[in-house]
């Protein structure tokens, strides 16, 4: 019965979330890709939807399926993300990128395969630099009035990591930073998280370990808390 649903305390709300890993092609046949799953922002997602939010879920490369009840937007590369995330944020009030967005992407893309005799013992790629879609989102105007990141680091000195999203939500302009420790086995790829969030002066808002729909829910107490107001 409806005593079993939770809060409904994101009616009215419109949240864009970003997730997955995107694929940067090389050739027609390869891309460089990284090891994210989706299942952070998909958790994500599900426990907007669930606390009422209208969500967009710009998806890339999803190895999780995606929530019932979102508007989903298949994108591959960075640039298709950010087209995508760019227009959902023209009416969004809220957008997380919870995405693993490739930070180069090769400089030409071969309509040919590479073929293993046009080289010696190594081939060398030239990548060039992915737009930043999350500081590029934080400093146009208008923009979304709460706008979150996500900081994948492998730095183990607990000090030293919060340090470093200290720096990165700075050098970001967003609002809110969520910061995890990923590694071969931890964060990335995985089934749960553990997670700092960030304000804008560094402080520590919200902290929460467990499964990543536990997590997602955490990261949503904070958008609340900060009590946006609706978009229209
Ligand atoms: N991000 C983005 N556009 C990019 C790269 C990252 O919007 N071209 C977003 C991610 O979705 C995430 C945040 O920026 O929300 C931080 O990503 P991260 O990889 O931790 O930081 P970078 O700024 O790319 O720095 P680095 O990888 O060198 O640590
Ligand atoms: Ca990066």
């Not at 019932?68 to 227009?87: H, I, M, P, Y």
């Not at 073929?115 to 590029?136: F, H, M, S, Y």
């Not at 749960?192 to 402080?203: K, M, P, T, Y």
Request: glycine share 8%; net charge neutral; charged share 25%.
């Amino acid at each position: 019965g409806l005593a079993l649903l939770g809060p409904r305390d994101l009616a009215g709300r419109r949240i864009v979330i970003s997730a997955g890993g995107t694929r940067e092609p090389l050739d027609p046949v390869r891309f460089l890709g990284n090891r994210s799953s989706g299942r952070q922002g998909v958790a994500l997602a599900e426990a907007a939807w669930a606390r009422g939010a209208s969500v967009t879920l710009v998806a890339a490369h999803l190895e999780v399926p995606p929530p019932a009840g979102v508007d989903l937007r298949s994108v591959s590369t960075a640039l298709e993300l950010q087209a995508a995330v760019q227009d959902a944020a023209r009416t969004a009030d809220v957008v997380i990128m919870a995405a693993a967005v490739a930070d180069y992407r090769p400089a030409e893309l071969r309509t040919d395969k590479i073929k293993k005799d046009e080289t010696g013992d190594t081939l060398r790629l030239d990548l060039v630099k992915n737009p930043d879609i999350l500081a590029g989102l934080s400093a146009a105007t208008p923009r979304p009035a709460v706008i979150v990141g996500f900081a994948a680091e492998t730095e183990a000195d607990p000090a030293a990591l919060l340090a470093l999203g200290r720096h990165k939500i700075a050098r970001k302009g967003c609002d809110y930073l969520v910061l995890n420790r990923v590694g071969w086995s931890q964060g990335i790829a995985t089934e749960s998280n553990d997670i700092v969030v960030l304000d804008r002066r560094g402080d520590i808002v919200n902290e929460a370990s467990g499964t990543k729909l536990s997590v997602a829910n955490s990261i949503l107490d904070v958008i609340v808390r900060a009590g946006t107001p609706d978009h229209h």
